[in-house]
């Protein structure tokens, strides 16, 4: 025990020495402190030096959204971020620290919930939500303040059409939140397609790829979330309840559309996702082909185009 409270002791003068800021790249008012992380005056729901460290480390990863971010009962600061400090069509990951105003600890108890994204569609004045996470939960075992969610945008801004983003968040058994802040949802490149959509029935399910950008030559494990749209289409999308299969033929388009072996169809997993593997042999563009089974193995989108010989559900992606 005593030897723990020595490293932890020793991360903290370091820390102080050199963070003046416990969130130092963003610009909404974060407070200066003199021991970041350090649980002072009894209060057990900051972070020990250790787990402050892991905190401020990857929060140098990821950028601040200054318009999602806010402050709660005038003593906590809520901060949003994301990969690159804005949003993109299809899969986004939103982070949230919370932290105290008085000395910038940050905060291990707190809750964001009710995350409802909101496109207005200007010339049919008509409203619409789009797929997002189940939930927002902690990230992971090394950094216990930081909570992650995910928005899988339908569409980019556009005169056609704008976003809003709201949630709630309880801090400390104090409650807050965004009702709707304006939001910007930057386009794809040309040629990149990571959100599709196929119907059974009278039902539309939407397939979410999760950061391709990750990828690299040869085998690659590809995630991806199955949603279904909600009615009143005004409610966020969740994940659809039905177990389906979906098998995966990647092509490159510009090279005479060969493909690769090795590939793993995405099966569901128990959070929810559909993991695979997916397998690219060299850099450029891929089209990766998509057919849909439900439980019982029938075809329920995708399949062979009779044109083309390959199904026309798709992502693209280069890498």
């Not at 892991?54 to 809520?78: A, C, R």
């Not at 995350?115 to 939930?135: A, D, E, F, R, W």
């Not at 009278?202 to 391709?212: E, K, S």
Request: include cysteine.
């Amino acid at each position: 025990m005593r030897i723990r409270k020595n490293i932890s002791w020793v991360l903290a003068v370091l820390l102080g020495t050199v963070i003046t800021s416990c969130n130092s790249n963003d610009d909404f008012g974060s407070q200066a402190i003199e021991i970041p992380g350090i649980t002072i005056d009894g209060d057990v729901d900051c972070c020990s030096a250790e787990e402050a460290l892991q905190v401020y480390n990857f929060l140098k990863t990821v950028k601040i959204i200054p318009e999602l971010s806010t402050t709660v009962d005038g003593k906590y600061n809520v901060f949003a971020y994301s990969r690159n400090g804005s949003f993109h069509t299809g899969f986004n990951e939103i982070f949230f620290v919370a932290t105290k105003k008085k000395n910038g600890n940050y905060i291990k108890n707190f809750d964001v919930t009710n995350v409802t994204p909101l496109m207005l569609m200007v010339k049919m004045n008509m409203k619409h939500s789009t797929p997002i996470g189940p939930s927002v939960k902690m990230f992971d075992e090394t950094r216990l303040a930081v909570k992650r969610g995910w928005v899988s945008f339908l569409m980019n801004t556009s005169e056609a059409g704008s976003w809003t983003l709201g949630y709630d968040v309880s801090v400390l058994g104090s409650n807050g939140g965004i009702e709707a802040a304006d939001i910007t949802v930057d386009a794809l490149p040309d040629g990149q397609a990571w959100l599709k959509n196929f119907k059974v029935n009278d039902q539309t399910f939407f397939l979410t790829l999760v950061n391709p950008t990750d990828w690299q030559t040869g085998k690659n494990t590809i995630t991806s979330y199955v949603s279904q749209k909600s009615n009143p289409i005004t409610k966020p999308y969740a994940l659809a309840q039905e177990q389906f299969t979906i098998e995966i033929d990647p092509r490159m388009p510009d090279m005479g559309n060969h493909t690769s072996p090795d590939n793993v169809s995405l099966t569901k997993q128990a959070d929810g996702s559909y993991q695979g593997t997916v397998n690219l042999t060299m850099t450029g563009r891929w089209r990766i082909h998509l057919t849909v089974k439900n439980a019982q193995g029938n075809v329920v989108a995708g399949g062979d185009d009779l044109d083309e010989g390959y199904s026309s559900l798709y992502w693209d992606v280069t890498i």
